[in-house]
């Protein structure tokens, strides 16, 4: 069975128009980050396809991990989660020249996987 891949929302954000990832892709692209956008796709479609051996995948030490690659627009990160066995949560993305993650997306992503542990619905809006 093939992993799914889910897109989040966060339920104590006021106004949750569309997923969160989707939001940060039209973001990017409207900043001029297009190529960075389009290896998330890519980095997103390996990971749909390969599951857990997908080679883009890293995980921080802990329940959140991170698509992660280099593009000529900057690093190319989308961070995500398990769910279940094979499926995974993706929650936030960015471009950036710098080699850390934000933590503002990184805590984000755990905020909104600790609502799920909770039992909260972080799929719809």
């Not at 921080?60 to 989308?78: C, H, M, N, P, Q």
């Amino acid at each position: 069975m093939s992993p799914r891949l889910r897109l989040t929302y966060n339920h104590y954000e006021d106004e949750n128009i569309r997923p969160a990832l989707l939001t940060d892709w039209l973001e990017l692209a409207g900043k001029g980050q297009q190529k960075c956008v389009d290896k998330m796709v890519e980095m997103c479609t390996d990971l749909l396809e390969t599951g857990m051996n997908c080679r883009y995948l890293k995980w921080f030490g802990g329940a959140i991990g991170e698509l992660k690659s280099r593009t000529s627009d900057g690093g190319a990160r989308v961070y995500l989660f398990r769910v279940g066995e094979q499926d995974f949560a993706l929650a936030r993305a960015e471009c950036k020249n710098e080699n850390t993650a934000s933590p503002e997306l990184v805590n984000w992503t755990l905020e909104v996987a600790a609502l799920h542990g909770e039992g909260f619905d972080i799929f719809n809006p």
